[in-house]
DNA sequence: ACACGTTTTGAAAGCGCATTCACCCTAGAT
DNA sequence: ATCTAGGGTGAATGCGCTTTCAAAACGTGT
């Protein structure tokens, strides 16, 4: 910049004002630093921009390291499925990079690797204006940290610091009404819910959207999943189904499974074992994967908008930088029911 | 960091190697600076680390403003379809973000949405250690100037530039072997391509190596493509399917389409026709694109290694990070033939 | 007790820009 | 010719950190 401005025979801040504000510099002597900048091959750091005037025009996004563990197992039987499908983190990245360019924001995004000063998240807080981060991304103690610097937004998980925005979507709605579904279009009374793991916030709001289906119907109302699983991938969901029908009693009519993963790998056992679906059983998953649209029969599931969290994630943030004051909110986006197949449908 | 080092009773710089070497600080005098630096709620200003160290950690990629139009058409009718499937970009994202994070880098992106000195390009540049470009998206002017500063790699386009490093993928190649597989494993003799607009380097680069097979079959060598599309969408490859049906002469065994999208459009104007594919006549598209494993019958195409661009990408800058000097490099990634139906295997 | 080699720590000088304040110049008004 | 407004410009300061360089603290051997 020093450069520029002595090659066009001005001071440094004639060539400041010529990026920030260029109406205020006359035309002709604008034109000779924009020339004297194209010379220079000059490009203004962002870095010492950003220490002047304290605001970097960059929102982030934290998420988690892993890669869906069952897509994996899913690209290696067959390789290029794994470049179609989108994953979580996809969505959200394409959702808050629309949402951000809008608003005139570049997006700066990283997988937390592990906490600790020199992560990843510290990079990424120290050069933005604001971020969002996926839930148990970022140890607690570190966000509320960070959070009493900028405006940091919770997605899809429950708000662990009490000042911070976040949003979540309609778990135990999208339950309750899938769960509704099947009793009252498909007449169906002998349900069971497969659970997760109790601290997987996802898998019990849906358990309690699905008790609560059963409460409004009159249908007894289990205290427990009638099956949890720990990590909710196909596998599980397979021995889950297996299990529940070599347990002895009245055969239960639907299963409902707290994720498409299970779900999916459910519907491949119960066709080992002959039962058909859905004829014999109902099946249902939560989440949308496009996996569940291919798989047959295709699954009745709850649809996730996805994408639509990653947008309202930065419609939060601006929000919040043009107004710091305001009170944390707490968002839940709906959810739609996909009726497909395997309920019946 | 004046806070910090204040309240902990030490020097901003002792406060400063806490963070930046943590070793060459006492123990004793590390906790009582990390301590006071958790009660003050201290984040580290990225701009200003990176004004004094010169560099940001931060890789950084421009991509192109537009959406897929075809994906577009299609999510009308599907509008869940369009969550499910990775554009191009997101397969750049996550190439380069997997591999910007094994370096330690996080990864900022941002569309270009138009040039000028306050583009978000000018953000990415002013705030990266080095980027990535897909072809056609910033002004090569603007490249021009930039490039001098700072690495820029170009991915997916004829190098500008040639002092930058740039990646493309083997369309020639692809189009080659295809060719190649449907003269020689299916005997086909009366080929015709249809190709793209003139400006469209990847299209005639793959009409380049259909030449190369015809040529190294002994059949006729055409200078031109059988057709040209001026946007390669669904709707021209439809046309294009009707228009050589309709043309005078013999009519020709195989349909090669300089991409998957008009070659999934030809399809559905061929069973409209009642030209039974592939045993009246045989397509091919190019670019693997999740919609060809769909259609039926499914499509014969060449898979871009989209995701492993995203990842050399970041190789190639990290590497020219640590060499400045280095030759500038122009890498051709192998595509591979995926045989399905359409072309009669 | 003293000298000497090692850690540890502090003082100070930037890094490249935005911004305030004061100043200068040009027009139009008097 | 003098004055007044304002637009246009420059000097100077500070943003928060890294990084020498030098001084202080510490340990050790004599």
Redesign the pocket.
């Known amino acids: ?2 450069d ?2 002595e090659r066009s ?9 010529v ?3 260029p ?8 034109e000779r630093v924009l020339e004297a900048a194209r010379e220079l091959g ?4 962002g ?3 950003g ?4 605001t970097t025009g960059v929102l982030g996004l934290c998420f988690p390291d892993y890669a869906d563990p069952d897509a994996e197992a899913d690209a290696e039987a067959d390789s290029d499925a794994d470049d179609a499908v989108m994953l979580y983190s996809d969505q959200i990245i394409r959702g808050m990079e629309r949402a951000a360019r809008r608003h005139g924001y570049a997006l700066l995004i990283a997988a937390s690797l592990e906490g600790g000063p020199e992560s990843l998240v510290a990079k990424v807080a ?1 050069r933005v204006d604001g971020f969002a981060v996926l839930a148990q991304t970022v140890p607690t103690e570190d966000l509320e940290v960070i959070s009493r610097r900028l405006p940091v937004v919770m997605l899809a998980g429950p708000r662990e610091i009490d000042h911070l925005d976040h949003i979540v979507v309609a778990n135990a709605d999208g339950e309750r009404e899938l769960t509704r579904h099947l009793i009252e279009d498909h007449g169906l009374r002998r349900l069971v819910f497969v659970g997760g793991d109790t601290d997987s916030p996802d898998a019990e709001a849906r358990f309690r959207g699905f008790r609560e289906a059963c409460r409004d119907a009159g249908l007894p109302v289990p205290d427990e999943p009638a099956l949890r699983t720990t990590m909710m991938k196909q596998a599980e969901g397979a021995l889950a189904a297996e299990t529940l029908l070599d347990r002895g009693g009245e055969r239960p009519e639907a299963m409902l499974f707290a994720n498409d993963q299970m779900a999916v790998g459910a519907l491949r056992a119960l066709a080992r074992r002959g039962v058909r679906v859905p004829q014999d059983m109902a099946v249902t998953g939560f989440d949308g994967i496009p996996l569940g649209r291919i798989v047959q029969p295709s699954l009745t599931t709850v649809r996730q908008p996805i994408r639509r969290l990653g947008e309202q994630a930065v419609e939060l943030l601006v929000q919040r930088l043009s107004d710091t004051g305001r009170e944390p909110v707490s968002l839940t986006l709906p959810v739609s029911v996909i009726r497909r197949t395997s309920c019946g449908c």
């Not at 025979?9 to 004002?17: D, E, K, P, Q, Y």
């Not at 220490?51 to 304290?54: D, P, Q, T, V």
């Open positions: 910049m020093y520029v401005a025979g001005v001071s440094i801040a004639t060539v400041s004002r990026y920030r504000t109406e205020s510099v006359r035309a002709q002597t604008r000059y490009v203004p750091s870095n010492a921009r220490l002047a005037s304290r120290g």
